[in-house]
Each structure stands twice: as structure tokens, then as C-alpha cells.
């Protein structure tokens, strides 16, 4: 390998979001839509069921069983702590090499067809292989066809009783995702057997850090650049006409996708071996950068663009979603234009919002008015993309309310009751902090998702008086005194729960609840 290599698109101090790859009309990485749309898929993938998922499925827990049990035997007598001292060697290290082959007889029981291109560097030129997209439970599969290298894993997987034996004999590090400290100590056991003169099995890492469509490359974590060593990037493409395989946030479950791979005749998957990545010393020195770039030289190759979102994002689409706010899948879309306008630097919104601002009818806002109320042009092409995103039906005018709700309702929101607070000032037609039953229903329903027979039921149970409005102060006086009944969509007392490590487990502290 050429020690010098680097591609000649690359500049050390570009960041990868300025490259070629990125642009305005981004794709959401976090939705995977799957149907059978033709009565032959249907007929096909009920045929396939009855005759071949069942052998399909009795060879693979065949070879799945076999394998864990040869695990099982070359682990015995060694424990735990010994795994993470040093490599294991002799004839448990040669059981690797059966283990592999069953693997791979695995997923072609399953119907797997595994194309390889390029060539695995060796550990002494690449100790961390650096895979992606990742985009399905199916890509741990990789570690069959890299020799069983190291995996970064949850510690939770490693005490499943059934695979957390194969997962065990790949040494792998582990990491707790509730443990403040978990990060700090994984980059360290990373540092450390890269740089080790033992026989370490080189670390296959997933930079996301979670899966994604494949429709992109979201921001890659520094904790396999961190050691400032060579690294191969390792490019997975599943080239299949009906996509059976990707696992999101938004999607079919991984049973229904199981199901459908294996009622599939056959299904491709293509693994790539790029170049060694040799780090220069600006990289080496930031971490951040070395995984920007490497992540571009693996956006090119792949053909994708690059997007900067996280883990971190897929978190907040789900509790958006669990809120039911509007527009719930989109925010991620909705934060990056509101992001190039400048609006978050400017807090725009939440100025509106606080200012009590009234617009004649704020359930159908123009293009114009939108303009007007955030204070840009009308003219500029992120804000029309902005109002498209929120104008679902073409009909020229967005509900306001909705967009002021979806950008605030996580941002300023620590618990459901702050979300219920900003969407009372939102909703409030009267600007006396008065809502009626047709907003205060939306108000539940986009911050607790409440049907509208359970909001009427408070509504009333509020309104003794027959006033026909509620105020957030009587909601949260109602909530107070009700606290049994409504549980189930608060947790009045909550705290945040610190996590220790005891005897290799992560517990939650216990603590008592205020009576």
C-alpha cells in the first residue's frame, strides 16, 4: 500500500459537509418505506413462505446452533476478564477460521449471495476496518468474511446466552450506553490494542453508530480515529430490486424484514475493501477531521451523499414521534433549512411565540405571510422549500401553528408539560391564554398524541363552570390532583436516573418517589 495515498479530491482541511456530496435537497436517512405492490409479489412471497422459509429456517438455526456450540467449547475454561487482557491464542484462536465458514454458510442458507470486491489489508496495515453504510442487523454478517475481527458492542448483547457467545469470541470491546464513562474507556481499549505489539484480531467499527437507509452517510464518531493509526474503509451495498434488508426508525421490524429476505429466491449483498486510509498529522491530531474525511473518500465511492445527522437525531425523531408533533419525520429536514436561514441563531420562533403574535388565520398561512412572520424573504429558495415541506397537500397554505409547534415543541421542552406550555401559547387564539375544545384536542394530541374523546373527557372535567375554555394554569392544576389517573403520560416526580456499574452490570440508583 502506498503510505502516501490520499484521494486527489481530498484536502486535509476541508470538511467533508463543503464536498460535492452535499446538498440542499437532503433525504431523510432514518425512513424505510417496504410494500409488495404487485399481486405476483404477493403470490410469490406466500409460496415462498409455505415451501421454502421453512427450510430456510430450520439450516440456519442448524448452522446457528452448530456454532455456538463450537463458541461455547473455545471458551471454556477462560473468563471474561481474560478475553478483554489479552488475544486468545493456539487452537482457540484456529477455531476462528470454523466459525467464519459457518457463518458464511449461514447466510447463504438464508439466500444470501456475498460479492467481494478488493482486498482486506492485514492488521498491520489496517487495525480498525471501518464499515458503512450500516443500514440492517444483517451487516454484523461482515465479521464472517473479515476473519472475525473485534466488534464495538453494547455490553447487553454480550450477555444474551445464545449469540452473546459468538459475540464474546470476537473479544470485542464493549461499551454501556447509560455510562457517563463508557465512552472515555472504549476509545481507550480501542487506543490500546491498536497500538499493542499482541496479536489483537483487528476492530471492525460502524462510525453512524446506527443504522440509516443507505440513502446517505450521516456524521461517522470519532472513537475509530481517535487513535491516529491506518484504517480501511469498507463499503457495503445491497443491490436488490425489492430492498428487504434495511432496518430504521421508521420502517418495517426487523421480523418483517427477516421474513421477507428469507421468502426472497436470492439476495444480493456487495462488500467492498477501498484503499488503507494513512492519516496525515493534522488528522491524527483531530480526530474529527480524520473521520470527515475518511467518510468522503467513502461518500465517493459509494456515490452517496453526506449528511451531518447523529444518533443523537434519531432519538429526537422518535420522541417526536411519541409526541406526536407535526411533521414529526421531517424535523430533521426542518432543522438543517432553519439552520442555513438562521433562524435557530436568532430564536426567531420562540420571539414570535412569546410576543403573543397573532396572524389573521394562523391554519392557512401563506407563502407570503410565512415570509413575513420569519422575517426573510419570500424569494429565497430554503424558505420555499421550508413552506413545501409543511404544504403536504399543494394547496398553498400551511397551518402555522403546526410549523412553530414542530420546531419549539423539542427544543424548549424538557418534559411533556413544558411541550403542553409552549403549545398553549401557540394554540391560543384569544391571546389570553384561553383555549377552546377544538385547539386544546390539538394541543394533546400533538404533545401526549391523545384522541380526541380522551381530551374532550379533560376538557370537561376541567371546565366545571361551563366556561368552554381551559387556561394551562387549570390543566396543570387538573394534572396535579390527578396524578394517579393520567400516570401513564407523566412522571411528575421524574428525576434523571444515574447508572453505576456493579459487578460488570449497569443498575439504575434506586430512589423513592415523593408521596
Known amino acids: 500500500m502506498n ?10 482541511s476541508t470538511n467533508s459537509t463543503e464536498n460535492d456530496y452535499q446538498r440542499d435537497d437532503m433525504p431523510n436517512p432514518f425512513v424505510h418505506h417496504l410494500e409488495l405492490e404487485t399481486t405476483g409479489e404477493k403470490i410469490k412471497t406466500a409460496f415462498l413462505t409455505i415451501v421454502l422459509l421453512p427450510i430456510r429456517v430450520a439450516v440456519i438455526c442448524f448452522f446457528l446452533v452448530l456454532g455456538w456450540m463450537i463458541a461455547c ?3 471454556w475454561g477462560i473468563s471474561e476478564e481474560e478475553l478483554q487482557k489479552k488475544p486468545i491464542t493456539g487452537w482457540r484462536r484456529k477455531t476462528t477460521q470454523i466459525l467464519c465458514w459457518l457463518g458464511r454458510a449461514t447466510f447463504q442458507a438464508g439466500g444470501m449471495q456475498i460479492a467481494i470486491k478488493g482486498k482486506q489489508a492485514s492488521r498491520q496495515e489496517a487495525p480498525i476496518l471501518v464499515i458503512a453504510p450500516h443500514s440492517t442487523f444483517l451487516d ?9 475481527p473485534s466488534l464495538i458492542v453494547r455490553r447487553e448483547s454480550g450477555n444474551n446466552p445464545y449469540i452473546g457467545k459468538l459475540i464474546n469470541f470476537t473479544q470485542p470491546v464493549y461499551v454501556w450506553r ?7 474507556n472504549s476509545i481507550k481499549e480501542i487506543i490500546s490494542r491498536t497500538k499493542s505489539d499482541l496479536d489483537w484480531p483487528q476492530i471492525l467499527i460502524f462510525p453512524e453508530g446506527t443504522c440509516t437507509n443507505r440513502s446517505c452517510l450521516i ?3 470519532p472513537g475509530a480515529f481517535y487513535p491516529g493509526v491506518p484504517v480501511q474503509p469498507v463499503c457495503i451495498r445491497y443491490p436488490n430490486k425489492l430492498d428487504t434488508v434495511t432496518w430504521t426508525w421508521e420502517g418495517p421490524s426487523a421480523l418483517t424484514l427477516l421474513w421477507l429476505t428469507l421468502t426472497q429466491v436470492y439476495s444480493s449483498c456487495e462488500i467492498e475493501f477501498l484503499p488503507v486510509y494513512y492519516p496525515n498529522e493534522e488528522e491524527k491530531r483531530d480526530p474529527k477531521l480524520y473521520a470527515n474525511n475518511v467518510r468522503a ?5 459509494l456515490g452517496i451523499p453526506v449528511l451531518d445527522y447523529t444518533y443523537d437525531d434519531c432519538k429526537l425523531i422518535t420522541r417526536a414521534k411519541e409526541m406526536n408533533l407535526p411533521n414529526a419525520n421531517c424535523l430533521l429536514e426542518v432543522q438543517k433549512i432553519r439552520h442555513k436561514l438562521g433562524l435557530d441563531e436568532n430564536s426567531t420562533e420562540i420571539k414570535l411565540v412569546d ?14 405571510e410565512f415570509a413575513h412572520y420569519l422575517d426573510i424573504s419570500s424569494n429565497d429558495p430554503a424558505l420555499q422549500q421550508l413552506f413545501k415541506i409543511y404544504d403536504k397537500n399543494s394547496t398553498g397554505v400551511i397551518d402555522f401553528r403546526e410549523y412553530l409547534l414542530g420546531v419549539l415543541g423539542l427544543p424548549y421542552s424538557k418534559s411533556p408539560m413544558d411541550a403542553i406550555s409552549i403549545a398553549f401559547k401557540i394554540y391560543d387564539r384569544s391571546g389570553l391564554g384561553r383555549l377552546h375544545i377544538e385547539d386544546f384536542s390539538k394541543v394533546l394530541s400533538h404533545t401526549l398524541a391523545m384522541d380526541f ?4 373527557e379533560i376538557f370537561r372535567r376541567i371546565d366545571v363552570h361551563g366556561l368552554e375554555y381551559v387556561t394551562f394554569d387549570d390543566f396543570k392544576s387538573f394534572m396535579s390532583h390527578n396524578k394517579l389517573d393520567y400516570a401513564y403520560l407523566f412522571n411528575f416526580e421524574k428525576e434523571e436516573e444515574k447508572v453505576k456499574v456493579r459487578n460488570g452490570e449497569i443498575c439504575p440508583n434506586d430512589y423513592k418517589k415523593t408521596q
Open 140 to 148: 454484523g454478517g461482515i465479521v464472517y468474511f473479515t476473519g472475525f
Open 453 to 456: 374523546a380522551d381530551s374532550l
Open 3 to 12: 503510505e502516501n495515498y490520499r484521494p486527489p479530491w481530498q484536502k486535509s
Open 178 to 184: 447509560d455510562d457517563p464513562n463508557s465512552r472515555q
Open 355 to 368: 410576543s403573543k403574535m397573532h396572524c389573521k388565520d394562523c391554519s392557512k398561512v401563506t407563502v407570503s
Open 297 to 301: 473518500v467513502m461518500a465517493k465511492a
Open 73 to 75: 467449547v473455545a471458551l
Open 219 to 221: 456524521t461517522f464518531k
